[in-house]
RNA sequence: CGGGGUGUGGCGCAGUCCGGUAGCGCGCCUGCUUUGGGAGCAGGAGGUCCCGGGUUCGAAUCCCGGCGCCCCGACCA
């Protein structure tokens, strides 16, 4: 009976492990319509927490939050010429409204940078006017032929922001700003480190100048895109006439980035940090940071033990910490215990009878460790110390994992065995050529993750490409991705 | 779209070969006893057996035709 109320273990079956710990911790579930999915309470509740942190961080650089239309007219995507070419085959279109066929068909958003930019044609005409910094948080419609939960929907939550500037370098720093703040959250907030860095031609965005990306590792060794930040250049503001008159009275096209991130961040939560128990949620992150389970037998013991678990939970409240009280009756607490860490909850509090008598509480964390006894007096700052400590440790924890997990300098024999040995990010040197990427990844289905940023390097970047051995013009990590 | 698998209470399955009118586990409901790591007992609710046709006295089961879903390959945050 434990086996059947246990998950798939990860080393096991990493892709079982993923999708019953989702259904066990009821974050998400499938819809009646193949490739999307209902984003439940608890997955939901994740991801408003990481609207939150984010959304802040958007305000923080200075932009604003707008809304622009689900529909767009479907010539629009073929102005630009390489950007239809990248997403016709994923596009839902519209063809029938109101019981007419449209004159014109409509799709349905893969992303906004049309309908976005032919509005910014109408709002920018001087160079007072920039830069236009808008970001915005919506749904979007891939037709994809694979999917799962998170990872890759048809449709799926996610914020994208578009702004225009005046100067080419002024859009760059604005691309890597907002890298950077992609990598600052995921760091700080999710525990999860990342490289960044500029993406191949090949793994570009389609109508981008430059693409850049954060990298994750998940458990098993397979990379996640997690994050996208792309500079423009002037290819939107072209197909779409966002022009403006600089101040010496010249005309000239606006320089657009875009960046984005979406639920698929839930996905990547899960796989960074879940164990066999379930998901581990880290505190920043979490809806509930601790939650409180009673113990008790009889009606005077449950009166006596609610009563200082309300207090409790009260005093915890007002300590900032978002806390939960689990006071189902007729559930013995090994089982809320199961259910709390496969949710992924930070902390647990145990109080029964003997705590209660001793003005104490047993701390456990989700990271595991021994369960602990604290004083019920100034536990919230105790908690909030634990809590910043686990947020620590978990980052920590990750990046020693990503680097146990790297091989750096690799050889064509290395890189070989070392895909076959487990994966994780390869560091090597690559010579540029778009043949030679094409070829590794039809030959071992690994591709080039990023061109690290200078941080990221290694001390010692290869001088000849790993796959031809010609003269390598830059250090390239290869992963198989998800 | 190619290759493989599978459709039976909410979920997971047995029953199909060899036709006789549907069962098990989990979950759910009620009651009592329980509660410091997934409770026990008793009672109970719940099924067009994917759909359509055919064979037969009789079809979850046999035959024909559809459809859905899952896994593997070509696309992707």
Redesign the pocket.
């Given at each position: 009976?434990?086996e059947?109320?246990?998950l798939t273990p990860r080393a096991t079956d990493f892709?079982a492990w993923y999708n019953e710990l989702i259904a066990r911790a009821q974050l998400a579930d499938?819809s009646p319509v193949?490739g999307c999915m209902v984003i439940r309470p608890n997955g939901y509740a994740i991801w408003e927490q990481m609207q939150r942190a984010l959304d802040q961080m958007f305000k923080d650089t200075g932009h604003q939050n707008a809304y622009f239309p689900l529909f767009i007219p479907q010539s629009f995507l073929s102005r630009e010429a390489e950007h239809i070419e990248?997403f016709a085959?994923?596009l839902a279109v519209v063809t029938h409204g109101g019981g007419k066929e449209l004159e014109e068909p409509l799709v349905i958003r893969p992303t906004s940078e049309t309908i976005i930019y032919s509005m910014y044609a109408k709002w920018i005409q001087s160079y007072r006017d920039l830069p236009v910094l808008i970001n915005q948080w919506a749904n979007v419609v891939?037709w994809?032929?694979?999917t799962r939960l998170f990872?890759?929907?048809?449709e799926?939550l996610w914020q994208e922001g578009h702004t225009a500037h005046a100067t080419e370098s002024e859009a760059e720093e604005e691309t890597l700003r907002m890298l950077g703040v992609y990598r600052t959250f995921m760091e700080e907030w999710m525990a999860m480190p990342v490289v960044t860095g500029r993406k191949t031609d090949s793994?570009r965005?389609a109508g981008a100048l430059r693409t850049y990306?954060c990298e994750a590792l998940m458990q098993d060794n397979k990379a996640l895109?997690?994050g996208?930040s792309h500079n423009l250049g002037q290819n939107f503001s072209r197909a779409f006439e966002v022009t403006f008159q600089t101040a010496s009275g010249d005309l000239d096209h606006v320089w657009n980035t875009s960046w984005?991130v979406?639920?698929?961040l839930v996905g990547a939560l899960i796989m960074a940090h879940g164990d066999d128990?379930g998901l581990i949620c880290p505190p920043r992150l979490a809806q509930y940071q601790v939650v409180i389970v009673p113990?008790?037998?009889s009606d005077e013991e449950?009166a006596t033990v609610l009563d200082t678990a309300e207090r409790t939970r009260k005093e915890l409240a007002a300590a900032g910490i978002r806390v939960h009280l689990d006071a189902r009756?007729?559930?013995?607490?090994?089982?809320k215990?199961?259910?709390w860490?496969?949710r992924g909850v930070p902390m647990r509090l145990?109080?029964?009878?003997?705590?209660v008598a001793s003005g104490t509480a047993?701390l456990?964390r989700r990271t595991g460790g021994k369960?602990e006894s604290l004083a019920l007096a100034g536990l919230g700052p105790a908690l909030v110390a634990a809590m910043e400590a686990m947020q620590r440790e978990m980052l920590e924890g990750a990046r020693a994992r990503r680097e146990a997990n790297s091989l750096r300098g690799a050889t064509k024999d290395q890189f070989l065995a070392r895909l076959e040995s487990g994966g994780g990010f390869i560091y090597a040197g690559f010579c540029g050529r778009g043949e030679c990427e094409a070829e590794i990844k039809e030959q071992t289905k690994a591709t080039i993750r990023v061109l690290p940023d200078a941080e990221f390097r290694s001390p010692q970047v290869p001088d000849t490409c790993m796959w031809c051995g010609g003269p390598s013009v830059t250090e390239a990590v290869w992963a198989r991705a998800y």
């Open positions: 009976m434990a059947a109320k246990a892709s499938y193949r990248g085959p994923e891939r994809e032929m694979r990872l890759r929907t048809t799926f793994e965005f990306s895109q997690a996208t984005g979406s639920t698929r128990a113990i008790y037998r449950r009756d007729g559930m013995k607490p090994g089982a215990y199961y259910e860490e496969g145990e109080i029964g009878p003997r705590d047993v456990a369960k």
